[in-house]
C-alpha cells in the first residue's frame, strides 16, 4: 500500500502566504502517513498573469524562495513532494512553462513536466482565458517512479485529452495525478466525469488536487478526490480548504486490468490515429 494525499487550496496572489499554507497542508498530510503528495495548479501564486511571470523561477535555483520551500518540506516530512504547477522560467520571459514539479523525500527535483495543453476558451459565464498567450506549453509526457509506483503527471486543461493518459499508461503509469484550479463553471458539471473517465478507460488510480473558492473574479471549483482503477472515488474533499488521503493497492489494480484486460484488447493505438487513413487526423 502506498498512501497518497491530494491537497486542496485557496491560493491568492501572496506567495509567501501560500506558501505558509502550503507548509501547514503537508504537514497534516505527512502526519496522516501520506509518501506522495500532490499540490493543486498556482498553489504559489493565483492572480494577475503579470505576477505570474516576477514570480517564475528555475527550478535548479535552489535559492528561489518557492524551490526552497519545496524542497525544504520534502526532506522535513520525508514525503514525495509534487508541486502541481508553478511558473517555471522558460526562453520566452514574457510565458513562462507551467510546470509540475517532483520532489523527493531528500528535497532532490526528480522531474519536471510542463503542462501542454494550454486553456484558451470563452465560458458562458463571460469569462475569456487564453493561457497560451502567458505560458510556453511543453512537449513531453513525463512519468516518473514515486514510491514504489509508476506516476503519471499532468496538469489541469490536459484532463480533457485522453490521447495523454494513455501514453502514460502505455509508459507504466499505475497512478495518474491531476492538479488543477479547474474553473466553477466547467468543473460544476466536468471534473468527476473526466476524472472517473481517465481513471477507468487506463484502469489506473488517480489523484486530483484542486484549487478552491474565490480568487479575485475567479471562482474555482475544488472537489479534490482519490479515485480507484474502477473509477470508484475512494476519498473526497468537501467545499474547503484541506488534505484528503486514500491508499493506492497496487494488487487491486493489478486484479482489475487482470480481470478486464481492456488496455490488451486495444486495436486502435496512438500511432494507428495518426497513419491510419481512414481514420480521422488529429
Not at 146 to 166: H, I, K, N, Q, T
Not at 183 to 190: E, N, P, Q, S, V
Not at 223 to 244: H, L, N, R, T, Y
Request: proline content about 4%; aromatic content about 6%; charged content about 20%.
Amino acid at each position: 500500500m502506498v498512501r497518497v494525499a491530494a491537497v486542496q487550496m485557496s491560493s491568492q496572489q501572496d506567495v509567501a502566504q501560500n506558501l505558509k499554507h502550503v507548509g501547514e497542508l503537508v504537514a497534516v498530510a505527512g502526519a496522516q502517513g501520506a509518501q506522495i503528495v500532490l499540490l493543486p495548479e498556482n498553489f504559489a501564486y493565483m492572480g494577475a498573469e503579470e505576477g505570474r511571470r516576477e514570480v517564475s523561477e528555475l527550478l535548479d535555483d535552489e535559492a528561489g524562495l518557492v524551490v526552497g520551500a519545496l524542497r525544504s518540506l520534502a526532506r522535513r516530512h520525508g514525503v514525495w513532494l509534487v508541486a502541481g504547477g508553478m511558473p517555471e522560467r522558460s526562453g520566452d520571459p514574457r510565458r513562462p512553462h507551467n510546470t509540475c514539479a517532483v520532489f523527493g523525500p531528500d528535497g532532490a527535483l526528480v522531474a519536471r513536466y510542463r503542462k501542454i495543453h494550454l486553456f484558451d476558451v470563452e465560458l458562458n459565464d463571460g469569462a475569456d482565458y487564453r493561457e497560451s498567450s502567458v505560458t510556453t506549453p511543453g512537449e513531453q509526457a513525463v512519468v516518473v517512479d514515486m514510491a514504489g509506483l509508476r506516476v503519471g503527471l499532468s496538469v489541469c486543461y490536459d484532463l480533457r485529452f485522453p490521447e495523454l493518459y494513455r501514453r502514460l499508461t502505455e509508459q507504466g503509469a499505475q497512478l495518474l495525478l491531476v492538479p488543477a484550479a479547474f474553473t466553477l463553471a466547467t468543473g460544476k458539471d466536468h471534473w468527476l466525469v473526466l476524472l472517473r473517465a481517465r481513471a477507468i478507460e487506463n484502469q489506473a488510480y488517480l489523484v486530483a488536487a484542486g484549487q478552491w473558492g474565490r480568487h479575485g473574479a475567479r471562482l474555482t471549483n475544488g472537489k479534490s478526490c482519490v479515485i480507484d482503477p474502477w473509477g470508484e472515488v475512494i476519498a473526497q474533499m468537501s467545499e474547503a480548504v484541506g488534505v484528503v488521503t486514500a491508499d493506492v493497492d497496487v494488487g487491486y489494480l493489478e486484479s482489475v486490468r487482470s480481470r478486464l484486460p481492456a488496455l490488451r484488447h486495444r486495436r486502435l493505438g496512438l500511432e494507428a490515429l495518426t497513419t491510419n487513413p481512414g481514420l480521422p487526423k488529429r
